[in-house]
């Protein structure tokens, strides 16, 4: 789930407004600033630069000085600026964004759409990335065949469990593979078998902050919920008021009161999320593949916990695809994005330089000191045949501190998805109808006798409200 996203009313006015007032420059008409110091080297500006001393910050200043010694036709200028949407629209409608910043997916299609990312298409095949980039992600940050980002980071969800809790309960194989929910059906069977066995929840699931909001649509997706469209006037309305949606939202309902596998709380924020599964009062959890770092805080060893793939619903197989990127303004120039994708080759490559050995076997290495498990592969940015990738991976199995047969699902469901589609969040007002489902989620699990359809008439109604009705372009 992401941390930031679009809000409604003024803010947005302001800034698509602005991009009224900027045609000719988003068009490519205007003129740029300038790009050059006095001595002819490009400059670019790099955003979230950290503004504390520190380990941090001396790391970020070391990689500075090694890059333009490297590259002497290009001057880093640090900028502490972090990415927020409060603070994003005055600087993009005063040309004021570094030339390289960092978000999430989800803000990826509204920053396109107002135009201040730069087309950085081009730029990319020249460096030799475009054809390099998993296809499925590269998607997401792409319009109408054109890249408006790099992507740094992703993810997608599957399922963690506890392996003391399978063993109890019969669901985990001689070699460690644990047995695969195929479905929903079969995920409250296994809840229901931890549950006899052991006499704790087989099953948590957030509720609070926006957590259950998040996992709910991917559930939700998989009983064939959709939760908005666009129309031809470019309007967004509410369309979760379905039996879609209410048979997803019944699923959790019956968890507590029909199967009784849930835990007792029913305000689970992310903290209480992990802490549930992590002190091992919950035996499966949705998550991505990043959780062990979220769960080994409150004691849990690696060959305590493992991953499979996510369950397929009665509609859909689908999984929620999630991530982060590199933006590069809509105001640099070639030189600007040349040199900006110089910089980011340092760190995010294809291919296994000196540079990426250290950086990748420093941080395998600090996760396995903080007994974090390793094993895990999650989603890459890059194909599965590019030479990081099979690096990285050969460097997971190496350094492997558990049965890599506990997270083997997990890991061929993220090498090959086969039918599985891969689906990011939606695309406006995303925390928003996180806040409005948590809402729903809380009510059925504390009102034996809520009414799936008509909580969501409602939520839809004062989303569409609220909302969706407020959003000025």
Same mark, same amino acid.
């Given at each position: 789930m992401k941390k930031m996203t679009w809000k409604t009313g003024k803010r947005l006015l302001a800034m698509f407004a602005a991009v009224t007032m900027m045609t000719g420059a988003l068009g490519g008409c205007g003129n740029k600033a300038s790009d050059k110091d006095e001595q002819g080297r490009t400059v670019i500006s790099i955003g979230s630069w950290?503004?504390?001393?520190?380990?941090?910050?001396?790391?970020?200043?070391?990689?500075?000085?090694?890059?333009?010694?490297?590259?002497?036709?290009?001057?880093?200028?640090?900028?502490?600026?972090?990415?927020?949407?409060?603070?994003?629209?005055?600087?993009? *409608?005063?040309?004021? &964004?570094?030339?390289? !910043? /960092?978000?999430?997916?989800? #803000?990826?299609?509204?920053? %396109?759409? =107002?135009?201040?990312?730069?087309?950085?298409?081009?730029?990319?095949?020249?460096?030799?990335?475009?054809?390099?980039?998993?296809?499925?992600?590269?998607?997401?940050?792409?319009?109408?065949?054109?890249?408006?980002?790099?992507?740094? *980071?992703?993810?997608? &969800?599957?399922?963690? !469990? /506890?392996?003391?809790?399978? #063993?109890?309960?019969?669901? %985990?194989? =001689?070699?460690?593979?644990?047995?695969?929910?195929?479905?929903?059906?079969?995920?409250?069977?296994?809840?229901?078998k931890i549950k006899e066995a052991t006499g704790k929840p087989g099953f948590i699931f957030p509720t609070a902050n926006n957590n259950g909001g998040w996992i709910f649509t991917c559930l939700a997706w998989s009983f064939g919920a959709k939760f908005m469209e666009q129309d031809s006037d470019g309007k967004w309305k509410a369309t979760f008021d379905s039996p879609e949606t209410a048979?997803?939202?019944?699923?959790?309902?019956?968890?507590?009161?029909?199967?009784?596998?849930?835990?007792?709380?029913?305000?689970?924020?992310?903290?209480?999320?992990?802490?549930?599964?992590?002190?091992?009062?919950?035996?499966?959890?949705?998550?991505?593949?990043?959780?062990?770092?979220?769960?080994?805080?409150?004691?849990?060893?690696?060959?305590?916990?493992?991953?499979?793939?996510?369950?397929?619903?009665?509609?859909?197989?689908?999984?929620?695809?999630?991530?982060?990127v590199f933006e590069l303004s809509n105001k640099a120039t070639e030189a600007q994005i040349d040199a900006a994708l110089r910089w980011l080759e340092g760190e995010y490559t294809p291919v296994v330089t000196d540079e990426f050995k250290t950086i990748t076997e420093t941080a395998m290495n600090n996760a396995i000191e903080q007994n974090q498990l390793i094993g895990i592969k999650s989603l890459n940015i890059w194909a599965n045949d590019t030479e990081s990738v099979q690096y990285s991976h050969k460097l997971i199995d190496e350094k492997a501190n558990a049965n890599i047969n506990h997270v083997k699902l997990y890991n061929d469901f993220t090498a090959d998805l086969g039918e599985c589609e891969l689906q990011a969040e939606?695309?406006?007002?995303?925390?928003?109808?996180?806040?409005?489902?948590?809402?729903?989620?809380?009510?059925?699990?504390?009102?034996?006798?809520?009414?799936?359809?008509?909580?969501?008439?409602?939520a839809a109604s004062d989303f569409q409200k609220n909302y969706l009705d407020n959003l000025d372009y």
């Open positions: 950290p503004d504390k001393e520190g380990a941090e910050k001396e790391a970020m200043d070391a990689r500075k000085a090694r890059f333009e010694e490297a590259n002497s036709d290009v001057v880093i200028l640090p900028d502490n600026w972090v990415f927020d949407i409060k603070t994003f629209s005055a600087k993009a *409608a005063g040309g004021q &964004l570094p030339t390289l !910043y /960092n978000t999430h997916f989800t #803000e990826v299609p509204q920053i %396109m759409s =107002a135009g201040y990312s730069a087309d950085i298409t081009d730029a990319l095949k020249k460096h030799g990335l475009y054809d390099k980039f998993n296809k499925q992600i590269l998607d997401v940050v792409s319009k109408d065949g054109r890249v408006y980002a790099f992507p740094f *980071a992703a993810y997608v &969800l599957g399922m963690a !469990y /506890n392996v003391e809790m399978f #063993e109890a309960a019969g669901l %985990m194989e =001689a070699d460690g593979t644990p047995k695969q929910p195929k479905n929903w059906d079969e995920v409250v069977e296994f809840a229901v048979a997803a939202l019944q699923w959790i309902k019956d968890l507590k009161w029909k199967y009784d596998v849930l835990p007792a709380n029913t305000l689970i924020d992310g903290t209480e999320y992990y802490k549930g599964f992590g002190t091992a009062n919950a035996g499966m959890m949705i998550s991505a593949g990043d959780f062990p770092r979220n769960v080994t805080e409150y004691g849990m060893q690696p060959d305590e916990f493992g991953m499979f793939a996510m369950p397929a619903g009665p509609k859909r197989h689908v999984t929620l695809l999630g991530g982060s939606e695309p406006v007002c995303t925390q928003e109808l996180y806040g409005v489902l948590d809402s729903c989620i809380q009510e059925v699990l504390v009102n034996k006798n809520a009414d799936c359809t008509e909580l969501l008439k409602k």
